[in-house]
């Protein structure tokens, strides 16, 4: 598999801060080097890591927070780990999940949450209602980049609420505009509701650029987890309509593939931790309105079941090598770069699903913030702010208000 790398030169604006770029670039190669080599010579010290099994492959900066997030899962889950979730019981179960799996942003620096935000409601897609958006880092004056959010949660769970600390962090770091957007969960909503929900948020985007202050070409979507998917199928959606142009894509441990789990089964020490197969085949479901995995899904609702990848955007694509995820996100980069689309895959072992969240101050959260920025700057043709790290290493938490 061959994988390009894309960049866009920067704009003259950005010359005096472009070698800092280049020689912090450097600094995250070598600290994802440097991460893989400990998790390599690490592999005798059972003191740093878990027990032996599938656990015991995790990367030792992460290992503390797995039981962590295995424990923030409803008893039913752990109590019956073969029993795959009936719709009557998941819509029982909704309210318990939502408030267990929701975001944890309190680790946020003060300075990036002092970034302007606003929520607000636009008109949705014909024939569907209204789609509540947050707006994140509008300013006076400019031209400047935007991303289009979608937040993670397995098409279940989530809101966009509680990722706007993260998102005031990027917005800060990449000087731009940022739109997360509020759209409709499963199973309340079966595809193609929350399609059209995002779909609507980039056309309000593209249509107030004068407003925002916002260069309409340089238009990116993003979205993590079930938020990468919602961002793949958005793209996908975008290219065959043809209205809107799409910058770029960025997308870290991406939901692509109903398959995955069902028809698909991963290896035993695959996607233990944080998001599993009955985890998967629960959100797909969920999703699709029929079992995950199925031989027909409607149309657009799958991007690993795209046929034609060509004119999609640049990529950026990160996922660990523990995660449920792996195989499907590798054969999705595969064949954006076979399809002659730039993509900059990034694979790092040890790493499990949610990482980010589960150890916001590790090393290799930080390294990965450190790439997306970098990433999705060239893409603007920009730099990042020269103080980003600052905005994107957590500090103490904040108390709970």
């Not at 993670?152 to 769970?157: R, S, T």
């Not at 959100?283 to 046929?307: I, N």
Request: glycine share 8%; aromatic share 8%.
């Amino acid at each position: 598999m061959r994988l390009a790398r894309w960049a866009v030169q920067p704009s003259s604006s950005a010359a005096a801060l472009l070698k800092k770029t280049r020689r912090s670039a450097f600094s995250t190669i070598q600290t994802e080097r440097q991460s893989a080599m400990a998790f390599q010579s690490d592999a005798g010290n059972t003191k740093a890591r878990p027990p032996a099994g599938a656990d015991s492959l995790v990367h030792p900066e992460l290992a503390e927070a797995c039981q962590a997030l295995k424990d923030r899962d409803p008893a039913i889950l752990r109590s019956s780990p073969d029993h795959d979730v009936t719709a009557t019981e998941l819509s029982a179960l909704l309210p318990e999940l939502r408030r267990a799996w929701a975001a944890d942003t309190s680790h946020v620096p003060l300075v990036a949450r002092a970034v302007p935000f606003a929520y607000r409601l636009i008109p949705g897609s014909p024939g569907n209602p209204d789609v509540g958006i947050y707006i994140v880092g509008v300013g006076p004056g400019g031209s400047r980049p935007a991303i289009l959010h979608m937040h993670g949660g397995g098409f279940i769970v989530g809101s966009a609420a509680e990722y706007v600390p993260l998102l005031q962090a990027q917005a800060l770091a990449l000087d731009c505009v940022i739109v997360s957007v509020e759209y409709r969960l499963a199973p309340e909503t079966r595809y193609p509701g929350s399609l059209e929900d995002n779909y609507a948020a980039l056309r309000w985007l593209y249509t107030s650029c004068e407003e925002l202050g916002v260069d309409r070409l340089r238009i990116a979507v993003q979205g993590e987890s079930a938020g990468g998917g919602h961002a793949a199928m958005l793209a996908i959606a975008a290219r065959d309509r043809g209205e809107i142009p799409i910058l770029f894509q960025c997308l870290t441990y991406p939901m692509l593939d109903d398959r995955t789990g069902s028809s698909k089964p991963a290896p035993a020490h695959i996607g233990t931790i944080c998001w599993t197969e009955k985890y998967n085949r629960m959100g797909w479901s969920a999703l699709l309105g029929m079992e995950a995995g199925s031989a027909a899904v409607p149309k657009g609702a799958v991007p690993a079941r795209l046929e034609d990848f060509s004119g999609l955007p640049p990529t950026f694509l990160w996922v660990g090598s523990i995660d449920l995820f792996v195989s499907e996100n590798l054969e999705y980069a595969h064949r954006l770069a076979e399809a002659g689309v730039p993509t900059e895959l990034h694979l790092l072992p040890g790493v499990y699903h949610g990482f980010d969240g589960a150890a916001p101050a590790s090393a290799v959260t930080l390294s990965y913030k450190t790439a997306l920025i970098q990433s999705m700057a060239r893409a603007f043709g920009t730099a990042p702010h020269s103080s980003y790290l600052e905005f994107i290493t957590p500090t103490n938490r904040v108390p709970s208000q």
